[in-house]
């Protein structure tokens, strides 16, 4: 299930979420996938604010940008961020899951999908110039998360 999701996320087309990008290059979605000791999350952003989180051990959040006007800000953040680096980057038409200790980048634009792939502690230190990418995923994380939590004491609450 999890290959499925992250592939149908990876194959998003600008029209198929109502977006009509303007250039080739501009970014209307990204896919951060991030290795956990062997195990990979994946976190999907679109600028239309929608955002995910898939886990390859299964689970994960589904409409997040939805749920929360604060995932979704940081979901249009995280694929604007995104544009500066997208001529530096490699176009592929194929998407491995990352390395140990590496975190894959890919931007979705109109004229196809562009990658990189950095190691996680680099990006972490700021020692990549895509630290600043790196940043704005983790910013989108934060907020997933929080959302996450917040749901979760919710039926806890009315108990």
Do not use: C, W
Not at 33 to 50: H, K, L, Q, S
Not at 106 to 123: D, I, N, Q
């Amino acid at each position: 299930m999890y290959l499925g999701l992250r592939g149908k996320a990876l194959n998003v087309k600008a029209a198929d979420i109502r977006l009509t990008p303007e250039l080739a290059v501009e970014p209307y979605g990204i896919v951060m996938d991030m290795d956990i000791d062997g195990r990979t999350a994946t976190f999907v952003a679109f600028a239309t604010g929608e955002a995910s989180v898939y886990l390859s051990t299964g689970g994960g959040t589904i409409g997040a940008g939805q749920a929360s006007q604060d995932v979704s800000v940081a979901a249009k953040e995280f694929v604007a961020a995104a544009k500066p680096y997208v001529p530096a980057m490699a176009k592929v038409s194929e998407h491995p899951l990352p390395g140990v200790g590496e975190i894959t980048f890919y931007v979705l634009t109109p004229g196809g999908v562009h990658t990189a792939t950095r190691l996680e502690r680099a990006l972490g230190e700021g020692n990549e110039a895509l630290s600043p990418l790196f940043y704005a995923g983790h910013r989108l994380m934060t907020q997933i998360r929080r959302l996450d939590e917040q749901q979760t004491k919710e039926p806890q609450q009315r108990n």
